[in-house]
């Protein structure tokens, strides 16, 4: 170790012969040059001259100029010019080239003063890296940081939403809890006004009692219904299922709407299609998608009920060509308690959802239909087992 560092210290460079150094200059793998101050090349070396696709003695002696296009030649002159004025190392920090062979590549060039014995500079030193590889990994790792930095973005979104929806369905839950006691215990009083307007009744109340008296009647029979509609949403208790007629179902379900005049019913529902589901939670969601049809249409229109089964299981398609839903109202169609209607309570479609999921289908919201809504019921089909 020690002799290898003395016999550096060795080496001495004056006693060097200029072919020896001018050798070991021709060899560096870095494009290299020396210019005077006419800006002429007084010394390159091999790999500058593979680089630029000149032989030695084409270069020596000319300037940039003699070799490149005018544009190039006067920015590499300005350098040069500010190297020499400032007698200070310049930096072409990254410059795009096309070598001899047409490729592409990055330069980084540095120039440095070479001062004579009396300090004045007489010679400009180039050294060239390519670092063509170095933009490239930049680029990649840039985009491999921007590709990190969407994913982080998007989970994060993610967990927000799922941490909001989870607020949401604890406080639905709460909320629901809250809602099926107090429709219970409001179920009580409400009978008992029921009876009391039956009594009164009796007593053939004429004018402003009779009417006092039907007022009463209609509004307990929303608040009844209302009611009703709480405790679907809140109880959706275990499906009792059997093998159930399709068509059946639907015709009960249109059997029990109040008659609205100029609406067509058209039923297209073959006979044979029967699901494994409980028939009364069905006929439930079933009837509030179609309430709300027949409801979208006040001055009259079409439902179309439509039945098909695949071998993923039956669908059965609602229509209407009444007022349609919004695009910003499609959105919150299943949010309990979100209502259009003066006298709605919201909470038809986000129980018909829960009652036909407990039966392992779907209630979606069909957008694209030309006039009106379009709602579909994925249900499982009968089979043999069903229970
Ligand atoms: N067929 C339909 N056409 C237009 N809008 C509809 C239809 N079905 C549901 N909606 C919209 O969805 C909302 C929620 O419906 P729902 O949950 O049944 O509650 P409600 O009927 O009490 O308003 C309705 O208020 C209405 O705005
Ligand atoms: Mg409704």
């Known amino acids: 170790m020690a002799r290898g560092m003395g016999a550096a210290q060795d080496l001495d460079f004056s006693r060097m012969s200029f072919e020896f150094l001018a050798g070991l200059i021709g060899h560096i793998a870095h494009p290299l040059f020396v210019k005077d101050r006419e800006f002429r090349f007084v010394l390159v070396n091999l790999a500058l001259c593979e680089m630029i696709g000149r032989e030695r003695h084409e270069v020596l002696g000319k300037t940039d100029?003699?070799?490149?296009?005018?544009?190039?030649?006067?920015?590499?002159?300005?350098?040069?010019?500010?190297?020499?004025?400032?007698?200070?190392?310049?930096?072409?920090?990254?410059?795009?080239?096309?070598?001899?062979?047409?490729?592409?590549?990055?330069?980084?060039?540095?120039?440095?003063?070479?001062?004579?014995?009396?300090?004045?500079?007489?010679?400009?030193?180039?050294?060239?890296?390519?670092?063509?590889?170095?933009?490239?990994?930049?680029?990649?790792?840039?985009?491999?940081?921007?590709?990190?930095e969407r994913r982080v973005a998007e989970r994060t979104q993610e967990l927000v939403g799922a941490q909001e929806a989870l607020v949401r369905s604890e406080r639905l839950a709460a909320l629901g809890e809250l809602a099926g006691g107090l429709a219970h215990q409001l179920r009580n009083p409400l009978g008992v006004i029921q009876n009391a307007v039956g009594l009164l009744r009796r007593a053939n109340l004429v004018g402003l009692g009779r009417e006092a008296l039907d007022i009463i009647a209609e509004e307990v029979g929303r608040a009844e219904h209302i009611i009703h509609g709480l405790l679907d949403f809140v109880r959706v208790i275990a499906p009792s299922r059997r093998n159930v007629s399709l068509l059946t179902m639907v015709q009960?379900?249109?059997?029990?709407?109040?008659?609205?005049?100029?609406?067509?019913?058209?039923?297209?529902?073959?006979?044979?299609?029967?699901?494994?589901?409980?028939?009364?939670q069905v006929q439930t969601a079933m009837s509030n998608v179609v309430r709300n049809a027949l409801e979208a249409m006040p001055s009259g229109g079409t439902l179309t009920i439509k039945g098909a089964e695949s071998c993923d299981g039956i669908e059965l398609w609602i229509e209407d060509t009444g007022i349609g839903v919004s695009s910003v109202a499609e959105?919150?169609?299943?949010?309990?308690?979100?209502?259009?209607?003066?006298?709605?309570?919201?909470?038809?479609?986000?129980?018909?959802?829960?009652?036909?999921?407990?039966?392992?289908?779907?209630?979606?919201y069909v957008p694209g239909s030309?006039?009106?809504?379009?709602?579909?019921?994925?249900?499982?089909?009968?089979r043999s087992a069903c229970a």
């Open 65 to 148: 100029f003699d070799l490149f296009a005018p544009e190039q030649a006067a920015f590499f002159r300005s350098k040069d010019v500010e190297m020499f004025a400032t007698g200070a190392t310049v930096t072409i920090e990254e410059e795009p080239i096309t070598d001899a062979s047409g490729s592409a590549h990055v330069l980084r060039t540095t120039k440095v003063p070479f001062r004579g014995e009396a300090g004045e500079v007489t010679h400009l030193v180039g050294i060239i890296s390519d670092i063509t590889e170095v933009k490239k990994l930049e680029g990649l790792l840039r985009s491999a940081n921007e590709d990190l």
């Open 252 to 280: 009960e379900v249109i059997g029990q709407q109040v008659c609205m005049p100029g609406i067509d019913v058209h039923i297209d529902v073959p006979e044979a299609i029967e699901a494994c589901v409980d028939p009364i």
């Open 331 to 364: 959105k919150q169609l299943f949010s309990p308690l979100r209502t259009t209607k003066p006298l709605g309570v919201g909470l038809g479609l986000s129980t018909a959802r829960n009652l036909i999921a407990a039966q392992g289908g779907h209630l979606d």
């Open 370 to 382: 030309e006039r009106g809504a379009r709602f579909r019921i994925t249900l499982p089909i009968a």
